[in-house]
């Protein structure tokens, strides 16, 4: 018992959590290898070894790599926009009542239209090269952030910018010092979503109208019920998502650090 007590007291609570999740991980690898051995349906359920082994073919093919780097330039572009328009928008939603009494039932409305349905548009309006992939991941994205930063306004408290202006601070000064850091919890939770929805538009892009990018890649690995290779890429496309995930994360802590 008290060798128990002793590890414990040895290993701080974030490297237990740690140990803890790679655990659940492993086991769930685990689960998944006897399953699969199981059913006997590699081209439905390929074991994770072989689905490893798919991550290094697929990474030794050229084309294949050449497409994630589109994807990824096509993603980075997309996401980029989105912060801009849908940062804009909500902004001014924000800041302007009659506007916003005007403008956000139509932003609702557009937002829970199912953009897939409308992706031909987009076909048509921006063509099937990189810009028809990169508008429709902006029509995934922007919304979020939209609302993110607009409820992110309108939970500031307005005393504190009637005390700060009463201190002779300029427009720019109240933006930096108090606007900014009050948004940025709700910007970067809405930062989270919109990352996975414009990968998601992205992908779809890709997958309905393209040659080129992993999306098409998904559908050629599914016609050609090559298991491993369409488990090869859902795990390279979930280490990205994580990825952004978490420098999304670093940027929020950063940018929180005075709520402490």
């Known amino acids: 018992m008290s060798g128990v007590v ?19 991980i492993l086991l769930a690898l685990c689960g998944w290898q006897v399953g699969a051995v199981w059913l006997d349906a590699v081209q439905i359920l390929p074991t994770p070894l072989s689905v490893g082994r798919a991550v290094g073919t697929l990474l030794g093919d050229h084309a294949l790599v050449g497409a994630l780097g589109a994807t ?3 993603l980075a572009a997309s996401f980029g926009l989105s912060l801009l328009l849908g940062g804009a928008l909500g902004w ?6 009659r506007l916003e009494r005007v403008g956000m039932p139509i932003v609702l409305m557009i937002y ?13 309006y921006f063509g099937l090269g990189p810009a028809g992939k990169i508008a429709f991941g902006v029509s995934h994205g922007m919304f979020p952030i939209a609302l993110g930063v607009h409820a992110g306004i309108r939970s500031a408290r307005p005393h504190l910018r009637r005390w700060v202006i009463s201190l002779g601070a300029s427009a720019w000064q109240r933006f930096v010092r108090l606007s900014l850091p009050q948004i940025i919890p709700a910007v970067c939770t809405s930062m989270r979503l919109a990352m996975s929805m414009t990968l998601l538009g992205v992908l779809l892009a890709e ?7 992993i999306g098409f890649y998904v559908q ?12 090869a890429l859902v795990f390279m496309l979930a280490a990205i998502a994580v990825s952004l995930n978490q420098a999304v994360g670093v940027l929020e802590r950063r940018g929180t650090r005075w709520q402490s």
């Open 112 to 124: 829970a239209i199912p953009q897939i349905t409308v992706l031909p548009l987009f076909i048509l």
């Open 72 to 74: 990824l330039l096509e």
């Open 6 to 24: 002793g590890v414990s007291s040895g290993l701080s609570r974030a490297a237990m959590v740690r140990l803890a999740r790679w655990g659940v």
């Open 220 to 231: 050629l690995y599914t016609n050609a019920l090559q298991g491993d290779a369409l488990f």
């Open 207 to 213: 997958r309905y109208v393209s040659s080129l990018g």
């Open 92 to 97: 001014v939603l924000g800041h302007h009542a």
